[in-house]
């Protein structure tokens, strides 16, 4: 199997590493725009060749698209013009209901497997990849109905091998349920971080000052624009509603502190830590 | 060297430990007003012997106050009372201007130190104690010309056992700072949680699309309420101001992202990606 990634970044880049190394594919095609992504994912080894789109769609078996969610949407159905029935194209995209309606109508629709694999970590580049950074996670199908059957049991088999549990959701479904659950912590972090480094001139304070607490509130404050500026504005509604119910529990929580409501600080904190029977 | 501790949760459970272990302490006497924590803390022998809080004060060199900070302001100015010149109390509180002004005109006032291991997790009781908690993370002095020098001495011998880094602050300036890096970022987990906990009713959701960015974001919403009503409220002004300019923030954010002005966006994700200089 011929396994092109087009975008060697994190996502990219780790199932790059993952996907070869425990045999699912014999060759690993990359695709990397950037040339310094493009250097650096050569001289890592990440793919067994960089390759131009072109070169990449037409020797794969399986192409991956691996790079921020505005730039798929106008990549993918190029890439479906390209294609022929014995080949299968994903995304790993974070947003899912943009991306699908864009090739709707595309003749080569059932080739296309729409995924998000649920896993990542704040860091972005070839630099970022890593093994094993898939086990375990959940692995979102967005729309399967669309896709040829086949095609999707191929990418079930792939994400078998990357350790992922798949779960399948409606486009609009997962952009709605990623906006409560993902989307809305990056940008509780981003505001903390913007928070701190305002009120905050002294930097020596802020790393003294953070206990583990702080650090793994602040850590998404550290992700790529690149990655999270379409994310957000894609799923801008969903984002906004989100927002704005956070902003109403922020303004609850300051109005009990502010009249030393001690008990409704209380109330309130009892409720969110139901989170502790969730997660661990 | 005796040492007492009263609280045998995770903050004085911990110290229990790695002081008795490093042989700093000969004997560790706790007192525990909780009979489970009491009983489950004996059941561990995190001490030695459990105490009556007068027995623990007549018998220990050093007396370490490790109880949630409303209690502990209660609870000093009578422990001072009990005190001779042969004994150092500390607390090891959160919050640090209330407890230093309670005990300001005191006749023993010199016998306390007060500090702030900024250490912890979002765990409490005996079961949350654990060796090494204190290793390379920094610990707070305050107001030490009001303390003995000898006893500041002993204890930064004590910190210093514990492998921590000591920082010598007024305890205004405390409370600033930690309301900047570490209250505020209970109260935005806390309102995280509350917010996904109301807009995403399937728990089952929350589990399979929380990627490793949310637990850490969340993580701390899982503090107790015990620890956070009295730092909340004795903090109030502080906290107050710096949920104001979070609130902003976070307007800031949301009227970017309603505009779709990615510019804006990426200019604040960039702003916030500054925090990637300071911590790790």
Redesign the interface.
């Known amino acids: 199997m011929i396994v092109g990634i087009i975008g060697l970044g994190l996502i990219g880049g780790s199932m790059a590493i993952d996907l070869k190394r425990r045999g699912f594919a014999g060759i690993v095609l990359g695709v990397e725009s950037d040339p310094v992504n493009a250097a650096a994912a050569g001289k890592m080894r990440l793919a067994d060749e960089i390759v131009s789109l072109e070169d990449c769609v037409g020797r794969s078996d399986i192409i991956v698209i691996a790079i921020p969610v505005g730039a798929a949407v106008k990549m993918l159905p190029g890439i479906l013009d390209m294609c022929d029935s014995g080949k299968v194209v994903i995304d790993t995209c974070s947003t899912k209901s943009q991306i699908v309606r864009a090739v709707h109508y595309h003749p080569m629709r059932s080739r296309y497997v729409a995924t998000h694999p649920?896993?990542?970590?704040?860091y972005s580049g070839p630099w970022a990849a890593m093994p094993n950074l898939f086990d375990g996670?959940?692995c979102?199908f967005a729309n399967t109905e669309e896709s040829d059957p086949k095609a999707v049991k191929t990418i079930e088999e792939m994400y078998d091998v990357l350790n992922m549990?798949p779960?399948y959701m409606n486009a609009d479904a997962h952009d709605v349920?990623?906006a409560?659950?993902?989307h809305?912590?990056?940008?509780?972090?981003?505001?903390?971080?913007?928070?701190?480094?305002?009120?905050?001139k002294d930097?020596k304070?802020?790393?003294?000052?953070?206990?583990?607490?702080?650090?793994?509130?602040?850590?998404?404050?550290?992700?790529?624009?690149d990655m999270?500026?379409p994310i957000?504005?894609q799923n801008?509604d969903n984002?906004?509603h989100?927002?704005?119910?956070?902003?109403e529990?922020?303004?609850?929580?300051?109005d009990a502190?502010?009249e030393?409501d001690?008990d409704k600080?209380?109330d309130?904190?009892?409720?969110?830590?139901?989170?502790?029977?969730?997660?661990?």
């Open positions: 649920m896993a990542g970590t704040e996670r959940a979102i549990r779960i349920h990623t409560y659950v993902s809305i912590s990056h940008v509780t972090s981003f505001a903390l971080a913007l928070t701190v480094l305002e009120k905050e930097e304070h802020i790393f003294d000052l953070a206990s583990g607490g702080f650090s793994s509130t602040v850590r998404l404050a550290k992700s790529s624009s999270w500026v957000l504005t801008r984002v906004l989100v927002i704005d119910t956070y902003l529990k922020m303004q609850e929580f300051r502190i502010a030393y001690s600080i209380e309130l904190i009892h409720e969110a830590n139901r989170i502790k029977k969730i997660l661990r």
